[in-house]
Each structure stands twice: as structure tokens, then as C-alpha cells.
């Protein structure tokens, strides 16, 4: 299993496929099984055309693609200039079951379970699943946990962002160019996929155990009024904490799996705090909260991104360095976040160094959290890939 990445800059079409083709020659292993292709939005319009170059150059079995308000390839993170990012795959033993699904169609296909894993599906040894979709058809988002039953597997990938009107994205499959919908292909045999989410958050107070609720409305905890405690906990917090949540917000983690004796980084869903019901004193959370679950307060800044990310990714040591990888970051982190550029991609190659890489700047994230597929924002998603073990 071998990775190549690149990454390219140019004013015209000529110029971004002659700077890719320069840096990857005829693909890694001499053979390319998958090719992902992340264009900027200034080149959407020729995005195919420039999907097609490379699949005369480089012959690849499969090639998927995504226009992007910013792509990340090789070591850097482009944004606001037109640009495009590739990763090469040489996959031998892997099996590629590539789908491409117009939003006409895919509310009608996730009706029927056995179509569903036949048309994404890759068998008994199916590992997971790349999604590039349409922001604007709900549809997609609310089929996850669907996915999630029927191929059990991750489902790892982002929305495109290349535009914020419908039918202004574009999304690659081969010689297919969809206007919404979805693109992806089915990975399965001789690969292990490693999801890394990492959320952007830092867990602040306590964990708080919700009493009573109603639908994403937290009506209590510990059996006391919601908001109460919150008020209670908060004011507890150190004033740097505090000044973080004036600036960018309070979130709540979300616990998924109870049965851990201790919650840390990976084991919340994060979503925001939504606002407050002073009649009742309940609090809205941007995520349904049954009875029984924990919740933790969180927050949000370019040192806490920094240290979730690294924290993830270096649990994922143990097992080696991975072969390559896909980076599916929100467009609100790189330098909406950060004051050191290309962070994302820089710290994934600081932890894995010289690990080819290539993604894009996403309009919400896919990756699961605690065995399960959701969509996030503000979010570093990365599928990592692997010899199996």
C-alpha cells in the first residue's frame, strides 16, 4: 500500500495539472487504484476538465472529487486562490466500490437496505466508506446513522464548499459531474481505515448527569433545575475559561458511551449551547439529550483545536504510521483559527511525519464519534490508512 500527495497552485487549468502531474509522475507502486481530487472554488467551473487530464495521465481506477472553498495537500493549506490537492492511492488487495448519487435518488435508495449495501457495500471485509456530498439536501446528513447500520462502518468525508447556493458545488466521479447529491466509493479487503475526530473543544467544570429532557431542551440535571447548574458550575470556572466562552461561545459535550468510569477528548459528541429558558430553566442543545446521559461544558479556541488534535492523533501511534490520510477540515479553522498557517495539516505531519496528506476546507465534517457517524463543524476529520494488521 503506498500514498502519494500534492498540491498546486496556478492561474489556469494548464498550470495546476502540469504542477500536480510534476510532483506525483505515474503514481506511487507505478499504478494508481484511487485518485481524490480537491479543487477551489475559483477553478469549479473546470474542475472536470481538469478531472479529466489527470485520469488520461494517470489512469486511475477511481477518481473522486469536490469543489472547495480551500484544499490541503502535501504540507500547506490554500485558501482564497485557485488551487487544487490530490491524493494517489496504490491499493493492492483493496476492493473500490465507487457510487455516485443525485439528490433525486438517494432519498429513495436509503428506503431499501439491500440496495443500499449493494450499491456502497464492499462484502464481508467492508472497512469504510469516503462521502463528498451536497450541503444544501438534508437527506444525506440524516441517513448517517442508516449508513451506519447498514454497512457498519465509519463513514468519513465532508461537504463541499466551493459555494453557498445550491447546485453551485461540484462533485467528481470518474467521468460524472453531479451538481448535488453525493460521490464516495466503498472501501473494503486488505486496508484498515483509522477515523481521528477531532472537535476543536476542551472539557471545562464537570461532568453533569441530565435528569429530565425533551427532545434537545436539557429540563434538568442531577435533579435540579438545568440552568441552575449551569449558572452554579460556570461561575466556578477560571476567568480565562470565561473569557473564552464571551468570545466564541459555550458548547456541551455530549457522552455517547455511559459505561466508562471517566470521560475524556473522543468520548463527547460536541454541540453548541443553543440558548436558555428562563421560565423553566432548561437549556437548548444543538443535539437530542435523553435521561441518563452525561453532559460537560466546553470551549473553543485555536490553543484548545491545537491540543485536541494532537492529542488524538497521537493516540493512534501505537499502531504505526499510517500509509496516508484525507483531512476533512471545517472552513472555519486554517487561518479563520489559527495564526500559524497550514496548522492542521503541519500538526497531522508533525505527529506522522512525512505522511502524504490531502484534503479540503469543509462545509461540515463526517466522522464518527463514539461508534457513530455524525456530521460536525469547526471539526478536523482525517481517515487514516493502513497495511492491515
Not at 334 to 363: E, K, N, W
Request: aromatic share 4%.
Amino acid at each position: 500500500m503506498q500514498f502519494q500527495a500534492a498540491v498546486a497552485r496556478g492561474a489556469t487549468l494548464e498550470e495546476i495539472e502540469k504542477g500536480l502531474v510534476s510532483q506525483v509522475g505515474s503514481g506511487p507502486g507505478g499504478s494508481v487504484d484511487l485518485a481524490v481530487l480537491f479543487v477551489s472554488a475559483q477553478l469549479r467551473f473546470v474542475a472536470s476538465d481538469l478531472a479529466r487530464r489527470l485520469r488520461a495521465a494517470l489512469q486511475p481506477g477511481v477518481l473522486l472529487g469536490v469543489s472547495a472553498e480551500g484544499v490541503i495537500g502535501g504540507d500547506q493549506e490554500v485558501e482564497n486562490e485557485p488551487a487544487a490537492s490530490l491524493l494517489l492511492g496504490h491499493l493492492p488487495g483493496v476492493t473500490l466500490q465507487p457510487f455516485a448519487v443525485p439528490a433525486a435518488d438517494w432519498d429513495e435508495l436509503v428506503r431499501d437496505d439491500e440496495r443500499l449495501h449493494q450499491r456502497l457495500g464492499t462484502g464481508e471485509a467492508h472497512r469504510a466508506q469516503l462521502l463528498l456530498a451536497d450541503p444544501f439536501h438534508p437527506g444525506i446528513i440524516e441517513s448517517l446513522p442508516q449508513l451506519d447500520a447498514v454497512l457498519g462502518a465509519p463513514t468519513l468525508g465532508g461537504m463541499a464548499s466551493a459555494s453557498h447556493r445550491p447546485e453551485g458545488n461540484v462533485l467528481l466521479l470518474n467521468d460524472r459531474v453531479l451538481l448535488d447529491g453525493a460521490v464516495g466509493v466503498g472501501l473494503g479487503g486488505a486496508l484498515q481505515v483509522d477515523p481521528v475526530v477531532a472537535q476543536g473543544c476542551r472539557p471545562v467544570g464537570e461532568p453533569m448527569v441530565v435528569t429530565a429532557s425533551q427532545g434537545p431542551w436539557v429540563l434538568q440535571l442531577r435533579r435540579q433545575p438545568a440552568l441552575a447548574v449551569a449558572q452554579q458550575i460556570l461561575s466556578g470556572l477560571p476567568q480565562a475559561d470565561m473569557e473564552l466562552i464571551q468570545q466564541n461561545g459555550l458548547f456541551v459535550g455530549v457522552v455517547l458511551h455511559e459505561e466508562q468510569a471517566e470521560f475524556h477528548r473522543g468520548d463527547f459528541l460536541v454541540r453548541g449551547l443553543l440558548g436558555a429558558n428562563r421560565e423553566n430553566e432548561a437549556l437548548a442543545v444543538g443535539e437530542y439529550v435523553r435521561p441518563g446521559q452525561t453532559i460537560q461544558f466546553h470551549v473553543r479556541d485555536a490553543a484548545a483545536a491545537h491540543e485536541d488534535l494532537v492529542e488524538l492523533l497521537r493516540r493512534r501511534e501505537p499502531s504505526g504510521p499510517p500509509a496516508g490520510a484525507l483531512l476533512f477540515s471545517c472552513n472555519g479553522r486554517g487561518s479563520r483559527m489559527f495564526s500559524q498557517p497550514h496548522h492542521d495539516i503541519r500538526t497531522t505531519r508533525d505527529v506522522f511525519p512525512g505522511l502524504p496528506v490531502a484534503g479540503f476546507f469543509a462545509m461540515g465534517e463526517l466522522g464518527p464519534v463514539g461508534g457513530r457517524t455524525f456530521v460536525h463543524g469547526h471539526t478536523a476529520s482525517l481517515a487514516l490508512f493502513r497495511s492491515p494488521a
